[in-house]
């Protein structure tokens, strides 16, 4: 089985439960704080661990985030290449829940923004053609992972998340894959609407050789290929909270891709998935794992 390496974020996450988000010169009271790990690259290592994949993470953290790393050993992913600071704090998120299970985000990237291409050198040094690599826009250095990862002839999926200024063209170009939400498609396109059939036209206009799974929330999602666009409904549930659930349709998604199932069946059982994370509290502790998706489906 190919090797699967997320090199991305790993974050602690303080969660403020809100009657609604915060407004300009408002202050309001949280009814609850729960503190949990984060971090969209962690979140989809979990997720892929969960999922059966064969794992590595890699990143950086501080000194006051070793838990991390026990959160991503239970998932069953291998911790061997994410290194410790000893001068950088672990990157966090503040994050606020409404009443309606929606979440505002704000990210301090501390650790994650401290790699170094000696260690992006190490890290591939351990994987091979045909092997996958997961990137987020949360760490630093993604011009030249994505270098010398395409040079290694690694499959590359990027979330380009958040949407900004550091993701270049040529870091966009080298994707094979992106997974990506209706917001992100509309700012990487340029195109003004969040209507399916019209982003997934504008996304193979501007990127042909790339292949997309686009998340539309309450409307479902699709794959667009140069082959075929193949849209996926939504598995209803209650919302608690939508942290995690991209990271996890992400995580089974690929997962899905490595076992060789159709295209229709990956995003099937990523929307399974994705349906039990929004259910749960909680980012990584949110995520289910394979056997939970034979038994609720």
């Known amino acids: 089985m190919a090797k699967v390496l997320c090199f991305g974020s790993l974050n602690i996450d303080y969660v403020y439960k809100v009657e609604h988000f915060v407004k300009k010169g408002e202050t309001i009271s949280s009814t609850s704080l729960n503190v949990f790990s984060g971090g969209k690259g962690l979140n989809q290592s979990v997720a892929l661990g969960k999922a059966g994949c064969n794992t590595y993470h890699a990143g950086m953290i501080g000194q006051d985030g070793t838990f991390l790393l026990d959160v991503l050993k239970d998932a069953g992913v291998n911790t061997s290449l ?14 606020q829940n409404d009443s309606a299970g929606d ?13 170094t291409e000696e ?18 826009n949360e760490i630093n250095k993604l011009d030249y992972i994505t270098q010398k990862a395409k040079e290694l002839g690694m499959i590359i999926f990027l ?24 917001v992100e498609a509309s700012q990487l396109t340029g195109c003004d609407s969040y209507e399916e059939t019209l ?17 539309l929330g309450i409307n479902g999602s699709c794959c667009i290929t140069a082959e075929e ?13 939508t942290t995690a659930a991209g ?3 992400l ?20 929307a399974k998935a994705s349906s039990i994370t929004v259910s749960r509290e909680g980012a990584a502790p949110s995520i289910p794992w394979m056997h939970e998706i034979d038994s609720n489906f």
């Not at 001068?87 to 966090?92: E, I, K």
């Not at 666009?229 to 608690?240: F, G, L, N, R, S």
């Open 247 to 249: 990271d996890t349709f």
């Open 159 to 182: 979330n380009p998340s958040p949407f900004d200024e550091k993701l270049t063209m040529d870091i966009l170009k080298r994707a094979d894959w992106m997974v990506l939400n209706e």
């Open 119 to 136: 260690m992006v050198d190490m890290v591939l040094d351990h994987f091979e053609k045909g092997d996958y690599l997961i990137l987020q």
């Open 82 to 95: 994410t290194l410790i600071s000893d001068t950088a704090r672990t990157g966090n998120a503040i994050i």
């Open 229 to 241: 666009t193949v849209h996926q409904d939504i598995y209803p549930a209650k919302t608690v909270d």
């Open 199 to 215: 982003l997934a036209a504008a996304l193979r206009k501007s990127y042909p050789d790339t292949c997309f799974v686009l998340t």
């Open 251 to 270: 995580g089974y998604f690929v997962s899905g891709l490595i076992s060789e199932k159709h295209v229709k069946d990956c995003m099937d059982m990523a």
């Open 103 to 115: 979440n505002c985000i704000i990210l301090y990237p501390g650790s994650n923004r401290q790699i």
